[in-house]
């Protein structure tokens, strides 16, 4: 692993936490050159970067990201933000093959919620905030296809939309594999979509669909 | 060159008849036989020639007395009888005309060099005109001493007086062709000189300078063809052609010169069209201008008008514009009741004529006054409409700074706390108390900083010590918070409008700020006083100096106290420290 972040308190916060987590953590850097740089030394599984670093302290860390995506595909890059934003979050998404997402910085303080994300990011998984997905499936349409779906199919749709697998839902929803599969499939069928090929492939087209 | 009397006028006119006369007279009885056939047309020509020049030249003299054209004129007309004294078949009378023989070239060479002033302006005029002269009197003396004079005085005269003497075997000496080199060479230049002045000239100066110069180039181009042709060893004969057509165009020339010269005077009747045109139709900005372009004949004529609150000249969208006489243009200011009220920004050849502009001037005298009174309301609105566009772009800059502020000042830190509480929370199983504890503090302290820079960053955005207390606690408060020490004299304690107290407050305010950031001041002195019904305010610093009153900051909070009718002033000469003096007016 390595950590990303201009803030110094906050990245040893990070570190110690992914240290107790069992992680092993290579660097922590303050800016997102050094992170290139220390990647290139040493590739890690993953990296947990802050969106917004020295010098211009806007979207460093998402154009990190996607010099990461470039030159080394197989590291996973979780980005850590303030921002609610949809647009950074498919940006990111969009830009990575695989192993990316978009987590809110506050999530540090729940138990799980930060490892489990690193984790999904270094095997190659796509992470979005529920946070963000909120935003999105919770936001008011004027003609809503959401209203077709039932609360269950909602909650199915928007743990696609963050990035989780069929297993994982099922894991999260106390469901067997063939329900959620039922599941998925009325999502689809009701909202018009087509079935994406891989988990990863689907949060694209869910939160396209979302954005919408 | 002085005025001329009408009695003056009267003689020279009865010299100058007489003199047409005697030559006439020379050249029929002189003494030499003249073939019959050339006779006639020869001295209608020749005569005609004289008079014109005499006539016209006292009617330039007198109607342009600033010019020395009518003058020179009048002198060519008397030279170009003098030749015919040579006509005379006397030894005296032989020697006078050859040496006055060509002083006409010389005088018309220093008209066209000088035209319209008739005053030497430059070295190469200068040098045209003086070896102009040198060429005709003086040489002849020198030829006429060596007795190498051409012809040597057997039959009749080589000085061109009657054209066909020139046919007949003549073959010209190595001197001959020197001096005639010398006057082509002199001819060229005169052209050049002229077609310099004529291509450098503006559209209203070349209107009188192109009838003048265009017949003084045909003048001049066929003497030099005449010239070239003896030079060359054409035959005498073709010359002769080029002579008699010089001499056409050498009767009408003083008109086309006189016309120049009085061009602009017939162009007053324009004046009487220009008062209808400016009657007719809705001023719009470009229409006066336009119409004053096409009176004066000077498309590059431009308009500028005077503010006098701004101090500064404005063109008709309100626009300052920089007047200066510069880069040759000429100036006319207008004025009012003492007062400048525009300025006429046009062509250096309408300064001669101050009459024709001040009477276009005076003729569209109401419609400038409307024009400078439509451009001081545009210049308003567009300053209104600059500062208008800052309060935005300021207002918008703000809310950017509250958003970096919280987002890496609170923000960040909350985040930390939560970290810091959460790994507190992991560990409280296998970790010492101490590390604990450690956690903890450092969850406390980045909360107290969370809690600080929320606190400082309310207080930026609205001082609520200001509306509850008066300007003085504010002041004060803010003086206390000041990084570079700070006194604030006695506030009046009475309240003021909000708006009133709000602006003074944020006037000390970013002074305070650019004296910590940018002036390395050593104190700063605030002082506030009751200004009439208004407040002025007045923060001093000893720092640098050197600051702009353009800067964004300071710009913002002239735009602030404008907005309340106010002014701000900043006084800041480099070393010298800044002063910025904010009167704000109350209701």
Redesign the interface.
């Known amino acids: 692993m390595i950590v990303a972040d201009d ?1 110094a ?2 990245r040893a ?2 570190g ?2 992914l240290a ?1 987590a069992g992680f092993d953590v290579t660097a922590e850097v303050g800016d997102a050159a050094a992170l290139l740089d220390a990647v290139e030394r040493d590739p890690p599984d993953a990296v947990v970067v802050d969106i ?1 670093m020295p010098p211009t ?1 806007t979207t460093e860390g998402l154009d990190a990201a996607r010099s990461l995506a470039e030159r080394h595909p197989d590291v996973g890059v979780l980005v850590l933000s ?1 921002y609610v934003e949809p647009h950074y979050a498919m940006q990111l998404v969009e830009s990575g093959t695989s192993g990316t997402g978009y987590l809110l ?2 999530r ?4 799980g919620e930060l490892t489990d994300a690193v984790r999904r990011v270094a095997a190659g998984g796509v992470v979005i905030d529920p946070g963000v997905v909120a935003r999105l499936v919770g936001r008011a349409r004027a003609r809503n296809p959401l209203d077709a779906l039932s609360e269950r199919e909602r909650e199915v749709l928007a743990m696609m939309a963050e990035g989780r697998s069929n297993q994982a839902i099922c894991e999260r929803l106390f469901l067997s594999p063939k329900t959620v599969e039922a599941y998925v499939h009325n999502v689809f069928t009701k909202l018009d979509l087509h079935q994406a090929a891989d988990t990863n492939r689907r949060v694209l087209a869910v939160l396209a669909y979302l954005r919408a | 060159m002085q005025r001329l009397s009408p009695q003056g006028r009267k003689v020279i006119g009865a010299a100058g008849l007489l003199a047409g006369v005697g030559a006439g007279c020379a050249l029929v009885w002189g003494g030499y036989e003249v073939p019959a056939d050339l006779l006639a047309p020869t001295l209608v020509l020749e005569v005609a020639v004289g008079w014109s020049f005499v006539t016209v030249g006292l009617v330039a003299w007198t109607r342009r007395p600033d010019s020395r054209t009518g003058a020179l004129m009048v002198v060519l007309g008397f030279a170009w009888f003098a030749r015919f004294a040579v006509a005379v078949a006397v030894r005296p009378a032989f020697v006078i005309g050859v040496l006055l023989s060509s002083v006409y070239l010389s005088v018309l060479v220093h008209l066209l060099a000088t035209f319209p002033g008739g005053r030497v302006q430059n070295r190469a005029e200068r040098v045209v005109v003086t070896v102009g002269y040198l060429l005709s009197a003086p040489l002849d003396a020198v030829f006429l001493l060596l007795g190498a004079q051409r012809g040597l005085g057997e039959g009749p005269p080589p000085g061109g007086l009657v054209i066909a003497a020139r046919s007949g075997a003549f073959t010209p000496s190595g001197v001959d062709l020197a001096v005639q080199a010398v006057v082509v060479a002199l001819f060229l230049s005169l052209l050049a000189i002229v077609f310099t002045r004529w291509r450098t000239a503006g559209p209203a100066q070349r209107r009188s300078l192109t009838p003048g110069v265009l017949g003084g180039a045909v003048i001049v181009g066929t003497i030099l063809v005449e010239r070239t042709a003896i030079l060359l060893l054409i035959p005498p004969s073709v010359g002769v052609v080029f002579a008699w057509s010089a001499q056409v165009v050498l009767v009408v020339w003083p008109v086309a010169l006189l016309l120049g010269l009085l061009r602009s005077q017939l162009d007053r009747s324009a004046v009487g069209r220009l008062i209808v045109e400016l009657g007719a139709g809705l001023p719009v900005p470009e229409r006066l201008r336009s119409v004053l372009a096409r009176t004066l004949h000077d498309p590059t004529l431009e308009l500028a008008y005077w503010l006098p609150e701004r101090r500064a000249f404005v063109d008709a969208s309100g626009v300052p514009v920089a007047v200066e006489a510069n880069g040759g243009r000429g100036l006319t200011r207008l004025e009012r009741d003492g007062e400048p009220i525009a300025v006429l920004v046009h062509d250096p050849v309408l300064s001669a004529e101050p009459e024709l502009v001040a009477a276009v001037a005076a003729g569209a005298g109401m419609a400038v006054q409307n024009e400078r009174l439509h451009a001081e309301v545009r210049s308003q609105l567009r300053e209104v409409r600059a500062s208008r566009a800052r309060i935005v772009e300021a207002a918008d800059g703000a809310r950017r700074r509250v958003e970096r502020d919280l987002h890496d000042g609170a923000q960040q830190r909350l985040v930390t706390v939560a970290l810091a509480l959460r790994l507190a929370r992991t560990q409280l199983g296998s970790a010492s108390r101490a590390e604990i504890g450690a956690l903890l503090d450092e969850a406390g302290a980045e909360l107290a900083g969370a809690l600080e820079e929320l606190r400082e960053l309310a207080r930026g955005i609205y001082p609520v010590l200001l509306t509850d207390a008066g300007l003085g606690p504010a002041l004060t408060s803010l003086a206390e918070r000041s990084p570079v020490p700070a006194v604030v004299g006695d506030v009046p304690a009475r309240r003021w409008p909000d708006a009133v107290e709000r602006t003074c407050y944020f006037v000390v305010s970013e002074a305070l700020a650019n004296a910590a950031k940018h002036a390395g001041a050593g104190q700063v002195v605030i002082d506030v006083r009751a200004d009439g019904g208004g407040l002025c305010v007045q923060v001093a610093d000893d720092g640098r100096g050197g600051a702009e009153a353009a800067g964004s900051g300071l710009r913002g909070l002239a735009d602030r106290v404008a907005a309340l009718g106010g002014e701000l002033s900043v006084h800041s000469p480099r070393g010298g420290g800044t002063r910025v003096i904010a009167t704000v007016p109350c209701g």
């Open positions: 803030a308190l906050f916060g990070i110690r936490l107790d917004r302290r303030a910085k506050e540090v303080a729940d138990p």
